[in-house]
């Protein structure tokens, strides 16, 4: 069975851990036993998804949204003891990746969700402090706004929200997973997109009606797990250990 430490080592590296500012502590949040022989994948740190892990044994929990973020107080107290406890008597250790794999360029949320839509990554799309948590990608020939809507319901299981003011047929898509925000709106007009897409909504009905361009909210949580699948493949791909996603 690989060490713990050789699957830490591989997963800064690959996702590039330390390459972008966060809120969230990415990487190693709780050290659990020293081999892993399986790893369970999730959107979400908590205990229904810390439950599930000891439930099937895992070696490790690997999700988007850790426990630990700058926002808050990292004492272990109340509902957070809690919480750790179940890791701590379970030798269950957290992996968190936040921003590193919105932003990956091969398994990251927001290059998997083009790459579902047959678009190819053109360029960088909405910075953060320097560097691009997003990307734009473009079709070779262009799609109804509507099969993106019902591709989108269908393989993230969501039901999207949709501004249709834009073009019909879509071509050139911009997309940031999760809380976009309007700062990655307004990216989306100066990159004159066809088609922005995001997890949660904002209210720019208006501005994208007056500019012309095609809005899609798809959910936070729905925008959020095709990257942890695709991470979940390359680990059990690297290191032949069993991996499980579980969508709570």
Not at 2 to 27: A, C, H, M, Q
Not at 70 to 96: C, H, M, Q
Request: aromatic share 10%.
């Amino acid at each position: 069975m690989p060490k713990l430490e050789k699957i830490v080592r591989f997963l800064d590296e690959y996702l590039k851990t330390d390459d972008v500012d966060d809120s969230s502590w990415n990487g190693l949040q709780f050290e659990g036993r020293a081999t892993v022989k399986k790893a369970v994948f999730a959107v979400d740190a908590g205990i229904d998804a810390f439950r599930v892990s000891a439930d099937v044994r895992a070696d490790i929990l690997i999700v988007h949204h850790g426990h630990f973020w700058d926002f808050r107080n990292p004492s272990i107290t109340g509902w957070a003891k809690e919480r750790i406890k179940i890791l701590f008597e379970n030798d269950i250790s957290l992996y968190v990746s936040h921003n590193p794999l919105d932003r990956h360029k091969e398994v990251g949320h927001n290059a998997e969700i083009l790459k579902l839509l047959g678009a190819r990554i053109t360029d960088e799309f909405f910075l953060y402090h320097g560097k691009n948590i997003g990307w734009i990608g473009e079709r070779g020939s262009a799609l109804r706004l509507k099969e993106i809507e019902e591709k989108l319901n269908s393989e993230l299981n969501t039901v999207c929200k949709v501004l249709p003011f834009g073009p019909n047929k879509v071509r050139t898509i911009a997309v940031c997973s999760g809380g976009g925000s309007y700062s990655g709106f307004y990216s989306a007009l100066d990159a004159g997109v066809d088609l922005y897409i995001t997890g949660d909504a904002v209210e720019i009905y208006h501005t994208a009606k007056d500019a012309g361009v095609n809005v899609i909210f798809a959910g936070h949580h729905a925008t959020e797990t095709l990257g942890l699948k695709a991470l979940s493949r390359t680990l059990q791909k690297k290191f032949g250990i069993e991996t499980v996603y579980i969508d709570l």
